[in-house]
């Protein structure tokens, strides 16, 4: 290992827990200082969107992942807990370093606090250099013709493919220097970060491998095995039809341009199209582009016309909604799924979104705020824009009118009824032609099936064409207003 001379400069480690392909990291390497990595756990920054439940079990796991990584190479990793403005200044005094280091993060509460920490350090006389650490392109970088920020998906995703391509992917750099002197670090323990009394993280355990490592064999067994099948099968729920990226990306375990050049790559290898997956990711950077030119988008409907919308309290509804008990088998599965595992497919996600939103007539912000506390993948850009997406008052949007039927999706998206039988197991007996609609089961096959509605498994708690009325009456209310 080589010795450290010299002024250290700091890898501020954020949403990029990773070493390969890392730009901030490789520009501290390429320094030639010695590199002292440090992560700070900034929730008081984060306020409302400091991570979730969910989150903070990944971001434990993670956080060791990338210390056992960082060992190995001979570094520390440094952890605090605080204020950014405060900590990122005293580490750099307190190491006399000449520089830091950071990926870039787009969040409107992370830009002011970035401005913040860059304007303490510039007053004394220490540079912050920044680096595309969790995005292919700047979401200033695509504009419309007349330079300004896109609305639309399409066009943004086209402007995208016409972009300069994503860089090829890097290695983790080759030489890393430690540093001499190591400031004291948090044990992460102290952080509490894991739930306990009651440990829920049971299905989350089972389901998951946070860290680098982790992200790159669920990349590989992907691209093996459902990459070739990804245009059928990505809106299938009852097979692994999807990546399961979503969480690695939002942590930077993995690049997306790692992603996106492997998937050309295995694409090319086997002949196999490409271009509906390379469209997912473009989502993730639409909705990054999305919240940097509408920092708003998180709490403020993007058509303001929906700040008018007469939405329902409904504690009762909400909390059937969020326990998997609406009585409706695709809308319980999905709700089940995300419970036990942190995760849930996209097409359910779109479907329990549009249940909670225009079967109950509940704001599209509680619905967030529960897959914010709930979703591994819990990311401020892709969830704020989904659920405005869904609630139809998002930049580009379903229309509002357009409302899921969720038994038909249900028969559509899972027609065997797998994914209801594995989720919702008390309906498991159920013949395939009725689990998605058990209320029109007879006497006879519901006995069969030991099913009792009302109490094995829930009536549905609104039905569906009134539902539908209600919904549509309560638009046309705030279309009709002036
Ligand atoms: P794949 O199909 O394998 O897609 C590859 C990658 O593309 C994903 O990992 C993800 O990073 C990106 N991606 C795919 N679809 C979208 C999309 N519609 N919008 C933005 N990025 C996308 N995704 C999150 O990462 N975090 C969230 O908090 C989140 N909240 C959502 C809330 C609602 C109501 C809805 C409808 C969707 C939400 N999504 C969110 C988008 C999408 O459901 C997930 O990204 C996807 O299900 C992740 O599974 P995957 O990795 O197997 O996706």
Not at 367 to 375: I, N, Q, R, S
């Amino acid at each position: 290992m080589e010795k450290a001379t010299g002024a250290p400069v700091i890898w501020w480690v954020r949403q990029d827990l990773r070493l390969g392909d890392n730009a901030a990291l490789a520009a501290a390497a390429a320094t030639g200082a010695p590199v002292l990595p440090v992560f700070v756990f900034d929730d008081a920054s984060a306020g409302a969107w400091a991570p979730g439940g969910a989150s903070r079990w990944w971001l434990h796991h993670s956080l060791v992942a990338l210390a056992d990584a960082l060992r190995s190479r001979g570094l520390p990793l440094v952890l605090r807990r605080g204020d950014s403005r405060q900590l990122i200044p005293a580490i750099v005094e307190e190491v006399g370093a000449q520089a830091v280091f950071a990926g870039r993060m787009y969040e409107p509460w992370a830009r002011e606090r970035d401005k913040a920490v860059a304007a303490a350090l510039a007053a004394r006389g220490v540079r912050i250099e920044g680096a595309r650490t969790a995005l292919l392109f700047e979401p200033w970088d695509i504009r419309t013709r007349t330079g300004g920020s896109y609305g639309v998906y399409t066009p943004f995703s086209r402007a995208c493919f016409n972009a300069a391509p994503p860089p090829q992917p890097k290695p983790a750099p080759a030489r890393l220097i430690p540093p001499n002197h190591v400031p004291a670090s948090d044990r992460l323990e102290a952080w509490r970060l894991l739930p306990s009394k009651p440990d829920w993280a049971g299905g989350l355990q089972t389901t998951w491998r946070p860290g680098e490592a982790g992200a790159a064999a669920r990349l590989e067994r992907f691209l093996r095995e459902a990459l070739p099948r990804y245009d059928t099968l990505r809106n299938r729920p009852d097979v692994p039809g999807t990546s399961g990226l979503s969480p690695y990306l939002h942590w930077g375990e993995i690049s997306p341009s790692e992603v996106w050049h492997s998937a050309l790559a295995a694409g090319a290898a086997h002949a196999v199209p490409t271009e509906s997956f390379l469209k997912e990711l473009i989502w993730r950077e639409f909705s990054y582009h999305l919240l940097w030119h509408r920092p708003e988008m998180p709490h403020v409907p993007l058509k303001p016309i929906f700040s008018r919308f007469p939405w329902r309290n409904d504690p009762v509804a909400l909390k059937a909604w969020q326990r998997g008990r609406t009585g409706y088998p695709i809308v319980d599965a999905g709700m089940r799924e995300l419970w036990h595992t942190g995760w849930m497919h996209n097409r359910v996600r779109m479907i329990t979104a549009s249940f909670l939103i225009k079967h109950l007539l509940i704001p599209w912000q509680e619905g967030e705020a529960w897959f914010w506390d709930t979703l591994v993948d819990a990311d401020l850009a892709a969830n704020s824009a989904s659920w405005q997406w869904v609630a139809g008052c998002g930049a580009d949007a379903a229309p509002y009118f357009r409302i899921f039927n969720p038994v038909l999706q249900g028969e559509k998206f899972d027609p065997q009824g797998a994914y209801v039988r594995r989720w919702v197991p008390e309906l498991a007996r159920l013949p395939a032609a009725l689990i998605h609609r058990p209320w029109e089961a007879s006497p006879l096959v519901l006995a069969e099936a030991g099913v009792v509605l009302g109490r094995t498994y829930p009536l549905p708690i609104v039905e569906h064409a009134e539902a539908r009325a209600r919904a549509l009456a309560a638009l046309e209310a705030i279309s009709a207003e002036k």
